[in-house]
């Protein structure tokens, strides 16, 4: 076992930031308007969920809609997330140990993916596609194969330092690496309704 401490939320914020300033279909994104987590499966293997993103604000970017349940009008407000000063606009979790169980190129595909979700006005919505699938579009195979390409690219440009040492291993490897593993962890934010 190794004598460091590995803080994963700052290699994951470190390389987040790397992506959003070298990638043209994400520099849109400001790295210090997202808070990135660290949240527990209670499985092992690595199917299932990887990563999730939380947007803080609704369609178009607002803050609070009204929707009408029968004869009752209710109001729903996203709640308010500041760090280090920055009004946060999307929490993002990977999911531990999963997504550290995946080779490294599925885990930059699992970062942009995650990343791509992000609205390309960055006003804490989603990227919404046209149709009933408005989050990943008409396949989600093809979602993620245009994700495979953009990392590919990324590589191809930026070559071995895009893989920083923590995306190289399992999380079992990690643990024999380092003394520590540490990363946030955050309740996921509640939306707020209330009948007006």
């Given at each position: 076992?190794?004598?460091?401490?590995?803080?994963?939320t700052r290699e994951l914020e470190q390389l987040v930031t790397h992506i959003a300033g070298h990638v043209p279909e994400m520099c849109h994104i400001d790295?210090?308007?997202?808070?990135?987590?660290?949240?527990?499966?209670?499985?092992?293997?690595?199917?299932?969920?990887?990563?999730?993103?939380?947007?803080?604000?609704?369609?178009?970017?607002?803050?609070?809609?009204?929707?009408?349940?029968?004869?009752?009008?209710?109001?729903?407000?996203?709640?308010?997330?500041?760090?280090?000063?920055?009004?946060?606009?999307?929490?993002?979790?990977?999911?531990?140990?999963?997504?550290?169980?995946?080779?490294?190129?599925?885990?930059?595909?699992?970062?942009?993916?995650?990343?791509?979700?992000?609205?390309?006005?960055?006003?804490?919505?989603?990227?919404?596609?046209?149709?009933?699938?408005?989050?990943?579009?008409?396949?989600?195979?093809?979602?993620?194969?245009?994700?495979?390409?953009?990392?590919?690219?990324?590589?191809?440009?930026?070559?071995?330092?895009?893989?920083?040492?923590?995306?190289?291993g399992t999380m079992a490897e990690l643990r024999n690496r380092h003394h520590t593993i540490v990363g946030?962890?955050?309740?996921?934010?509640?939306?707020?309704?209330?009948?007006?």
């Amino acid at each position: 076992m190794g004598g460091t401490v590995l803080n994963l939320t700052r290699e994951l914020e470190q390389l987040v930031t790397h992506i959003a300033g070298h990638v043209p279909e994400m520099c849109h994104i400001d790295p210090s308007r997202l808070l990135i987590c660290i949240s527990s499966t209670r499985s092992g293997g690595i199917r299932g969920t990887y990563a999730k993103i939380h947007p803080l604000r609704f369609p178009g970017g607002a803050k609070s809609i009204e929707r009408q349940r029968g004869r009752h009008t209710y109001r729903s407000t996203m709640p308010s997330v500041t760090h280090r000063g920055n009004e946060i606009l999307y929490v993002i979790y990977f999911l531990v140990p999963r997504f550290f169980d995946l080779t490294p190129r599925e885990k930059l595909i699992t970062i942009f993916h995650e990343l791509f979700h992000i609205s390309p006005a960055f006003d804490g919505d989603i990227r919404r596609f046209p149709g009933r699938n408005f989050a990943h579009g008409s396949s989600t195979r093809k979602f993620n194969a245009y994700m495979g390409t953009l990392v590919d690219a990324y590589l191809a440009e930026h070559g071995e330092p895009a893989i920083p040492a923590f995306l190289d291993g399992t999380m079992a490897e990690l643990r024999n690496r380092h003394h520590t593993i540490v990363g946030r962890r955050f309740r996921i934010p509640l939306i707020k309704t209330e009948r007006c």
